[in-house]
Structure formats: C-alpha cells, structure tokens
C-alpha cells in the first residue's frame, strides 16, 4: 500500500496549486481520503476529507469556499485544488488512507492507517 503525493510548490497569494495523491495497491473504493497539513511547528490538521464509499465530502472551515477534494476512480487518484491561496496555507500537505472512517472523525490522524511521504506548499510573494 502507498500513497503517492505530488503538486506542490511555490505560488503567490491569490494563486491556485493542484495537489495529487495517488493511490497504490488498493483502490479507493472502499476508504476515505483525507488531506492534513502541518506547518512547521504547528500540529498536523485536517484540511479536507472524501468518503469514496458513498462520496461524502468534508472541509476544515480555514478552507471552505477555496479547496476542492475530488476523486478519479479510473486513475485511483485523488484531488485536492487549492484556490485564492494564502500565506497560512504554506505547509506540508499530506494524503492518508482511512478504513470504515465515520466522516464526523475525518479531521483525527490516528484514524488513518497510511500517509504519503508529504509535498510542500508554499505561499509567498
């Protein structure tokens, strides 16, 4: 099982980035997907979260109205686009897997079992 996640960088304020997290070795169908972030002294948290088995969707309140979570069942891949980004957004995101996740639990860590090794985004001018 991995997690695979790609697509950050640097953008300005404003800016919009695509974060990718592809999945190998099972496939989405049964398990949520979460996206967390940490900053650097900063705990982790969760930024958004889809229940693949019934497309429930969840967002941390910092981004709602900005990002996006959505899935390619095809591609075994899951999105999260990132618009009107801002400074406190800059961070380390990570995708994780979560078995049988209730969608009121998405934003815990210890209810994920794996985590990709993390892609940086940074917002800056």
């Known amino acids: 099982v991995q997690l695979q996640a790609s697509g950050g960088g640097l953008v300005q304020p404003g800016g919009s980035l695509r974060l990718s997290c592809a999945a190998c070795?099972?496939?989405?169908?049964?398990?949520?997907i979460g996206w967390f972030r940490q900053a650097p002294g900063m705990e982790r948290e969760g930024v958004s979260c889809?229940?693949?088995?019934?497309?429930?969707?969840a967002y941390a309140d910092s981004v709602k109205g900005r990002f996006t979570i959505s899935r390619d069942n095809a591609k075994n891949t899951v999105y999260l686009q990132m618009n009107s980004l801002k400074p406190e957004d800059t961070a380390i995101y990570y995708c994780a897997r979560a078995p049988k996740l209730l969608l009121r639990l998405w934003g815990f860590p210890a209810e994920y079992d794996y985590w990709g090794q993390g892609t940086l985004v940074t917002v800056s001018s």
């Open positions: 889809i229940n693949n088995s019934d497309g429930r969707l």
């Open positions: 070795g099972f496939t989405l169908d049964d398990y949520a």
